[in-house]
């Protein structure tokens, strides 16, 4: 089944403190993962995929096989970074359907 | 920059009213997708369509249905509004090898 499992509902850090948000997939092909980001009153948006391979707004995301993981870590958290975050799994059909986790909020406290 | 519009921010309707929630796109993408979001549960797909008219159900459809009469509209309605429809609802819109674009959201009270 395909399936996407983010363990922690709330994690709480203080200004620049490193962060880590952990997702774990289950899926049996090559999967693409995504990283999506809601600040408060704000729409959804991506913040990164996995197949970029890039930064934004000092966030990275490894794609693990090994562990079938795809965490989001970011060396220093700002308060800024306060936001709820949901780990996201394209699913297998060509639909562009996507399986998001539970989502986590992330507090930065100054 | 992709523009996902959904109609109203807020709405308050009663148990047993039909209700109507409309997405609008003006990117020409094929897909469109409903999902409800709910506090530890993330978002959960009721609908998506991936052409005018076509539509499939998602992971939590009962209760709802939707139509594509146009490519750049997609609506969601609630047949019979029941108190555990009360929720966030967000419109999705997705090109080809793009990820999904959404919309503000209608937070939606059903009384």
């Known amino acids: 089944a395909q399936r996407v499992t983010q363990p922690e509902k709330l994690l709480s850090v203080f200004k620049g403190a490193p962060v880590e948000l952990k997702c774990n997939y289950s899926y049996s092909g090559s999967p693409e993962l995504f990283w999506y980001v809601q600040y408060s009153r704000q729409r959804l948006q991506l913040l990164l995929r996995?197949?970029s391979r890039e930064s934004i707004k000092g966030f990275t995301a490894d794609l693990n096989k090994g562990e079938t993981s795809f965490h989001l870590k970011k060396p220093f958290a700002q308060e800024e970074d306060s936001a709820m975050y949901y780990c996201?799994?394209?699913?297998?059909?060509?639909?562009?359907?996507?399986?998001f986790g539970q989502g986590t909020t992330l507090q930065v406290k100054p | 920059d992709v523009k996902v519009t959904q109609s109203s921010r807020y709405l308050v309707k009663r148990t047993g009213e039909k209700v109507f929630l409309e997405c609008v796109q003006d990117m020409d993408h094929e897909n469109m997708f409903w999902y409800r979001q709910d506090p530890g549960l993330g978002l959960r797909l009721i609908y998506f369509s991936y052409d005018v008219k076509m539509k499939e159900k998602g992971d939590i459809p009962e209760g709802y249905s939707v139509s594509r009469e146009k490519k750049e509209r997609f609506s969601l309605i609630l047949e019979s509004a029941s108190t555990n429809q009360t929720s966030m609802y967000l419109c999705?819109?997705?090109?080809?090898?793009?990820?999904?674009?959404f919309g503000d959201g209608t937070r939606l009270s059903i009384l």
């Open positions: 996995h197949i």
């Open positions: 996201a799994l394209l699913g297998s059909s060509n639909t562009g359907k996507l399986i």
């Open positions: 999705a819109t997705q090109g080809a090898q793009q990820p999904q674009h």
